[in-house]
């Protein structure tokens, strides 16, 4: 059985750093093909999808966050880290952390979600 | 960065089809994935690669993607079926999701 479990502040200032940790189970990230990723939903709004990293350390980013955001995995511990620099009142969301089997997704497992919340 | 349009809600009767659009330049080429979330819920993958439908997902649901629209279709509506429906798209250097559709059962 896969499981993500989202960790980190849930409160933070504006132009903080964001600090978000990804722990999962069920399966192993050095797997060909097998993705970890981050994808948020503010308050009443749409899905964003922010970063994914792959078993071979490869890494996209939104276009619109790249300079902002980075991805980095540990195997061995089985976390995915996040961090988004400038962290601004517009980026109050739940972030979820997500599993994919493939490259070109989808993104078939969830994690419950992490409601971060920025304000001064 | 690549563009994906949806129509912010859609409305249909039980018993009737309902068609959600997903709209981006030569979406045709790229890969769509079909999300369902239900309030308070994670959202759930109903259509992958544009037409598959994972397991467990009722066959009333299917997908098509040519040109510039991708399109979910959910035949037999009921009012399970109400929720927030999300379009992914996947290229070579493009990911990203839709606005959403909120799909109504009247």
């Known amino acids: 059985q896969i499981t993500l479990k989202e960790s980190g502040p849930t409160l933070m200032k504006p132009t903080q750093t964001l600090t978000l940790t990804c722990t999962f189970s069920g399966f192993s990230l050095d797997t060909s093909g097998v993705g970890v990723g981050w994808i948020r939903q503010p308050p009443g709004k749409a899905l964003e999808w922010l970063a994914v990293i792959f078993w071979n350390d490869d890494k996209r980013y939104s276009p619109s966050l790249k300079s902002r955001l980075t991805i980095t995995k540990n195997t061995y511990t089985k976390q995915v880290v996040l961090t988004m620099t400038h962290m601004d009142p517009v980026d109050t969301a739940t972030y979820h952390c997500?599993?994919?089997?493939?490259?070109?997704?989808?993104?078939?497992?969830w994690g419950q979600g992490i409601l971060v919340s920025v304000s001064s | 960065s690549y563009v994906v349009t949806q129509p912010p809600s859609v409305s249909v009767a039980p018993g009737q089809t309902a068609t959600i659009s997903c709209a981006g330049n030569n979406i045709g080429s790229k890969s769509v994935h079909w999300y369902q979330q239900r309030p308070g819920q994670a959202p759930v993958v109903v259509i992958s690669y544009d037409r598959d439908r994972p397991s467990g997902i009722p066959e009333r649901f299917s997908g098509f993607n040519s040109g510039n629209t991708a399109t979910l279709t959910i035949s037999r509506v009921d009012a399970g079926d109400e929720a927030d429906y999300y379009c992914?798209?996947?290229?070579?250097?493009?990911?990203?999701f839709g606005g959403g559709t909120k799909l109504t059962v009247l």
């Open positions: 992914q798209v996947w290229g070579p250097t493009t990911e990203g």
């Open positions: 997500v599993q994919r089997g493939r490259h070109s997704g989808p993104d078939d497992h």
